[in-house]
């Protein structure tokens, strides 16, 4: 089974705690704040694995959380950081955030690797927060969550030159005859219902990859007769062979025929309309087809292309075709990545607002995954922890937010499951 799109959840692992912790020696009494940090929590790695062709097995998993940091030890020790998670795809494989559809990664070259998701920071002991003034801190920092996702994976398989044209032109026979692919083969539209890929020997060591697309039709630039699905596999080739039926078998126009398809690549991506391109004339071996080769080629070459008369049945001509197109691939550049490289940048930061205030009836709630980081790291029975607490909300700014919203002495505020008088 062919699958070349899948939704995933990602989950990198979360910053263990940072531990409160005092020495605790025979000799000496008055030990001092030893709480160790909190593990790093382990990334989402994506790579590319040459040995995989599809992205089928998605199909049955879906969801991948790394592991989380172990939490700070005392005698300031360090927990343990969480493992890595190495999720493997096939060569070719786009990696996108389904809420804002940009590119978090391309994953082409063999190997490659890309951090989708980091793990989040492990949390501060207790022993980073002592002062001359403050010589016995009863608190620590929690660990900072992992980032998650909902991630988009979808297969741009990549191949040297893509096949393109009608179906029935001929394209799964040519791919046969040429590599040692065995494409689903009979004389009825969309026989192919996904690409095929196989390689091109032309001598020792001149080779290519090519890749057979299913059938186009007029409107597959708008998603007609699985064109999304199609064209997609296109985007990465470096030249196309287009194929068509000059023989016109089931009463089809091959000059039409050959200006829609073009008109279609055009519509769905005007880069791919400039992209170099062969015309292959297939079935030259059927009356019709030596009857409509002059005129065929006259209007084809006077488009500026390359034409080759071509029997992908019989064998004719096939192999004067693929040493021009191996020839060819030397000289052309090679297909401009779909990130720039200063571009490519993996991992960004959710931009969030540090904290939001509602009001609910007559009381102030604030909400926020800071507010709710510094909740979980304060001691709220440690006078200096809320200390701490009260310095921190007026740092950032809740302080002033309130009193901006008319905060009067007395209200009450609520964080989450805290609820405290509003004093000035």
């Given amino acids: 089974m062919f699958i070349d799109r899948a939704r995933i959840y990602i989950k990198a692992g979360d910053g263990g705690n940072g531990a409160v912790s005092f020495r605790r020696e025979k000799y000496v009494p008055a030990g001092g704040p030893d709480g160790g940090d909190g593990g790093k929590g382990g990334d989402i790695v994506f790579e590319v694995d040459e040995g995989l062709r599809t992205l089928i097995d998605f199909k049955y998993r879906r969801k991948y959380v790394a592991e989380s940091g172990e939490n700070g030890g005392s005698a300031k020790r360090t927990g343990k950081s969480g493992r890595d998670l190495l ?3 096939p060569p070719g494989t786009v990696i996108k955030d389904s809420e804002t559809g940009r590119i978090l990664a391309d994953m082409v070259e063999p190997g490659q690797r890309a951090v989708v998701a980091r793990g989040g920071k492990g949390g ?12 016995v801190p009863n608190f620590a920092k929690p660990g900072d969550p992992g980032d998650e996702y909902t991630v988009e994976l979808e297969l741009k398989m990549v191949a040297d030159v893509g096949l393109i044209g009608f179906p029935n032109a001929g394209k799964s026979t040519l791919l046969s005859k040429v590599t040692a692919a ?7 539209p969309f026989t192919t219902l996904e690409p095929n890929l196989g390689v091109v020997r032309v001598d020792e060591g001149a080779s290519f990859l090519l890749e057979d697309i299913p059938g186009l039709i007029e409107g597959a630039h708008r998603g007609v007769g699985l064109g999304f699905d199609f064209l997609r596999h296109v985007e ?3 030249m196309f062979l287009h194929i068509v039926d000059v023989a016109g078998v089931d009463g089809r ?4 025929d050959f200006e829609k398809i073009n008109e279609e690549l055009r519509l769905y991506d005007p880069r791919l309309a400039e992209r170099y391109q062969v015309v292959a004339a297939n079935k030259i071996d059927l009356p019709q087809g030596q009857e409509n080769l002059e005129r065929f080629t006259e209007a084809v070459e006077a488009k500026g292309y390359k034409m080759f008369p071509i029997s992908a049945a019989a064998n004719t001509g096939v192999w ?5 197109i191996a020839a060819k691939l030397n000289e052309l550049p090679p297909v401009a990545p779909l990130m720039d490289a200063e571009e490519e940048i993996v991992y960004t930061a959710k931009e969030e607002e540090p904290f ?10 604030i909400e926020g995954n800071w507010i709710d980081k510094l909740v979980r790291s304060v001691n709220f029975s440690s006078y200096e922890s809320v200390q701490y607490f009260q310095r921190s909300l007026k740092s950032k700014g809740v302080i002033d937010a309130l009193e901006q919203m008319g905060i009067n002495e007395g209200d009450t505020v609520k964080i989450y499951d805290i609820e405290f008088e509003y004093m000035r």
Wanted: glycine share 4%; hydrophobic share 35%; with cysteine.
């Fill in 356 to 365: 939001t205030i509602r009001k609910e009836d007559d009381v102030f709630v």
């Fill in 87 to 89: 999720i493997r795809v």
């Fill in 253 to 256: 126009d091959p000059v039409g």
């Fill in 236 to 238: 990465r080739c470096k």
């Fill in 320 to 324: 004067q075709l693929m040493q021009y």
């Fill in 124 to 135: 501060a002991g207790n022993w980073h927060f002592a002062t001359p003034t403050r010589q």
């Fill in 182 to 188: 065995r494409p689903k083969i009979a004389d009825y």
